[in-house]
């Protein structure tokens, strides 16, 4: 069964600086889709980036990228020029792509910005 | 284009009470879940459905709880009797393909 690890529960990061979520996962497939959700307290889980792990090219999407070490089974979320308003819980997700098409999530790490 | 809608919102109720959640997924969207998150964890599957046909309910706690999809589209997740353990947030999601999955606002249950 595929297994992802967040082993960081709580992080915290200075407005404007740049901070890194921590992830790893299990599978024995070869393809397979890695998200990071962010969840505000509203609960509503909120794509952040989805990586496909046939590409070796890290996504991005505007301040958030990753970096994906298929090797290693890591798959990490760098934030940048970090604001007020991406203080949340973020999960990352693995999911198969032929199959289950459920996500599997981490335990999730809860980000503070701090002023 | 409107996203998955889910309520109620919250509810409370006592132990041995029943309860439903309702949820309409994306349009188009064949792919439905009901997820349940509880405090401090990650979101778990309780069921999948593709198109009216639940395709991975092996989390889904048989003797309480019930879900259906008629005519693919809505669905309903109903819990009877509630016990305090069911206390969580209840997201349905959908998808089509391969896209991304998307969330809906969460129901959150209180059991008292």
């Known amino acids: 069964a595929q297994t992802v690890t967040q082993s960081q529960p709580e992080m915290s990061v200075q407005e404007a600086e740049t901070v890194t979520l921590s992830c790893t996962y299990d599978?024995?497939?070869?393809?397979?889709?890695l998200f990071w959700y962010k969840q505000p307290p509203s609960r509503q889980m909120i794509l952040v980036i989805r990586?496909?792990?046939?590409?070796?090219q890290n996504a991005t999407e505007n301040r958030f990228s990753v970096n994906f070490q298929k090797a290693a089974k890591s798959f990490s979320l760098k934030i940048s020029d970090s604001q007020l308003g991406d203080a949340a819980m973020y999960f990352c997700a693995y999911r198969k792509i032929q199959g289950a098409q459920k996500l599997v999530f981490g335990q999730g790490t809860r980000l503070t910005i701090n002023p | 284009e409107a996203g998955v809608v889910q309520s109620p919102r919250y509810k409370i109720i006592e132990k041995k009470q029943p309860v439903a959640f309702w949820c309409n997924p994306i349009s188009g969207h064949n792919t439905l879940y009901w997820y349940r998150q509880n405090l401090g964890q990650g979101p778990e599957l309780l069921i999948r459905?593709?198109?009216?046909?639940?395709?991975?309910d092996s989390q889904l706690p048989k003797d309480r709880f019930s879900a259906e999809r008629l005519k693919g589209v809505d669905s309903t997740l109903k819990i009877q009797p509630a016990e305090l353990g069911d206390s969580a947030v209840y997201l349905c999601?959908?998808?089509?393909?391969?896209?991304?999955?998307?969330f809906g606002e969460g129901s959150w249950l209180t059991v008292v």
């Open positions: 990586q496909e792990a046939y590409k070796q």
């Open positions: 999601a959908s998808s089509v393909g391969s896209s991304p999955i998307y």
């Open positions: 459905y593709e198109n009216e046909e639940a395709v991975d």
């Open positions: 599978t024995s497939e070869s393809d397979y889709y």
